[in-house]
C-alpha cells in the first residue's frame, strides 16, 4: 500500500520532464507525436505552421476526431476559394434568372431572398438582414403616420407625410416658446365683456347693447398711445397681411371712434347709411384687433404681451355682440382676418391649427359678402353700355340670330 504513492509521483515527474523537454525542443511535440509525423523540433514546428495550428505547438493537441487532419494553414487561400465560389454562385443565379425570365413571369424558388444571401458571408449577411429589419420597420413606422403631443397631453395626428420637419414650433426656440405664458398679468375685463367674448363666433341677443358698447369703449387708451400701436401695425405687420389701408385705419376707424368716445351725441362710426345705432361693434373691433397686433409686434414690449392680449379679449367681446354669419359686412372679415393674424403671431397662446381656421372663417364670411349681397344676374334692361362683339353668333336656317354666348 505505501509504495502506490510513490509510483503516481513517479509518474508525474516523467510528463514534466517530457513537457520540459518539448518546451526546449528536444523532442516531437505533441501534436506531431499524436499524428505520427516527422516533427522538426522547432517552436513552432514546421508540421504546426503547415496545418495552422501554431498555437498548440509545442505540448498542446487537438482533439481527436473527423477532420482534424485537414485544418488550413493559410486563411487568404480559404478566403480566395469563398470569393471564387461566390462569383461563381452568381454568375449560376444570373444564368437562371435569364432563363426564368424567359420562360415565366414567376420568380424561381431557388431566387428566394434568403437563399441568395447564402454566398455572402457572415457578416455581410448580418447587414443585410439588419437592412431588411430597419426597412421593415420604418415601413411600419410610414403605416401609422406621425403623432404629436403638446405640452399639456392634447394630442394631434399629423398623418404619413407628416415629419418633425412639418410640426408647428419645430424650430422655435424654448424660450419663445414659453415668453408669455403666465396670463395672470393680464389685466381682468369687466365679467360680462367676458362672457360675451366666448360666445364667438355667434351671438347672444343683448337688449342692453349701447351699455355693452360703452364699456368696451371705455378701455380704449388714451389717443396717443392707440395712434403709436396704429403706426407699429402699420409698419411692422401690414407687409405680411395688409385687410386695412392706412387713410382707411385713420379717417374711418380710428378717427371716428374716438370722436364719438369723446361725445356721442355729436359723432359716430358705423358704414351702414340705416345702422340701427350709431356705433358699429365690428368696426370696434377692427380697432382692437389692430390695438393688439400693434401691441404684439411692438419691440419694445415683451413677447406676447399682457397688453397685446387684453385688446384682443376686447376685439373678441366687440365681435360676440353681433352674429359674424348674419349679413357680414367688410368690418366683420376684417376684424376675423385680423384675429387670425394674432393667433398665427402670439404661438405661446394659440396655435397655428386655430389661426387657419379663422383665417378660413374669414375667406367665407368674404366670399359671401361678394355672392350672396348681390343678384346672380343682371338684366338687359338695366345695362346701358354697348354689348362686347359676338364672334360666335350664327344665323339659323330661318332667318333667327343666334348668340354665341346667353347675356
Known amino acids: 500500500m505505501p509504495a502506490e504513492p510513490r509510483r503516481t509521483s513517479r509518474k508525474a515527474t516523467n510528463e514534466e520532464d517530457i513537457e520540459v523537454k518539448r518546451a526546449r525542443g528536444e523532442i516531437s511535440c505533441a501534436e506531431c507525436r499524436r499524428l505520427k509525423l516527422k516533427c522538426d523540433k522547432k517552436l513552432p514546428c514546421g508540421s504546426c505552421v503547415r496545418r495552422g495550428c501554431t498555437t498548440i505547438c509545442p505540448n498542446g493537441s487537438l482533439s481527436a476526431g473527423q477532420g482534424t487532419r485537414f485544418i488550413l494553414a493559410d486563411t487568404d487561400q480559404l478566403h480566395r476559394k469563398i470569393s471564387e465560389m461566390s462569383e461563381r454562385i452568381r454568375q449560376l443565379e444570373d444564368a437562371l434568372a435569364i432563363f426564368q425570365a424567359g420562360i415565366s413571369s414567376e420568380r424561381h424558388p431557388l431566387l428566394r431572398d434568403e437563399l441568395l444571401s447564402i454566398k455572402f458571408g457572415p457578416e455581410v449577411r448580418r447587414t443585410i438582414d439588419d437592412e431588411h429589419t430597419r426597412n421593415a420597420m420604418s415601413q411600419s413606422i410610414d403605416a401609422l403616420g406621425t403623432l404629436t403631443i403638446g405640452e399639456h397631453g392634447e394630442t394631434k395626428y399629423i398623418g404619413r407625410s407628416g415629419g418633425s420637419e412639418a410640426t408647428p414650433n419645430g424650430d422655435i426656440p424654448p424660450d419663445i416658446l414659453t415668453a408669455g405664458d403666465d396670463l395672470e398679468d393680464v389685466p381682468p375685463l369687466d365679467l360680462k365683456c367676458e362672457k360675451i367674448s366666448f360666445t364667438f363666433p355667434f351671438s347672444l341677443v343683448q337688449e342692453d347693447n349701447e351699455a355693452i358698447i360703452s364699456r368696451l369703449e371705455s378701455y380704449l387708451p388714451p389717443q396717443p398711445r392707440a ?8 409698419e411692422q405687420f401690414t407687409w405680411w397681411f395688409r385687410p386695412i389701408k392706412r387713410d382707411e385705419l385713420i379717417n374711418e376707424i380710428l378717427s371716428p371712434i374716438y370722436k364719438t368716445v369723446a361725445d356721442p351725441l355729436k359723432a359716430a362710426y358705423h358704414r351702414k347709411a340705416d345702422a340701427e345705432s350709431n356705433r358699429c361693434p365690428h368696426l370696434l373691433a377692427v380697432l382692437y384687433m389692430v390695438l393688439a397686433v400693434g401691441a404684439l409686434v411692438d419691440l419694445t414690449l415683451p413677447s406676447c404681451s399682457a397688453e397685446a392680449e387684453k385688446y384682443y379679449r376686447l376685439g373678441r367681446a366687440a365681435l360676440s355682440l353681433r352674429s359674424v354669419f348674419d349679413s357680414p359686412e367688410l368690418e366683420t372679415v376684417q376684424a376675423v382676418g385680423l384675429m387670425a393674424g394674432y393667433h398665427s403671431l402670439c404661438s405661446s397662446r394659440y396655435t397655428l391649427e386655430s389661426a387657419w381656421s379663422i383665417a378660413s372663417l374669414a375667406s367665407k364670411l368674404a366670399q359671401s359678402c361678394l355672392a350672396l349681397g348681390r343678384p346672380p344676374s343682371v338684366a338687359l334692361s338695366h345695362i346701358d ?22 347675356f
Open 385 to 406: 353700355c354697348e354689348p362686347p362683339n359676338d364672334d360666335e353668333s350664327h344665323v339659323g336656317e330661318n332667318g333667327d340670330v343666334f348668340h354665341g354666348c346667353e
Open 227 to 234: 395712434w403709436a400701436l396704429c403706426e407699429t401695425y402699420l
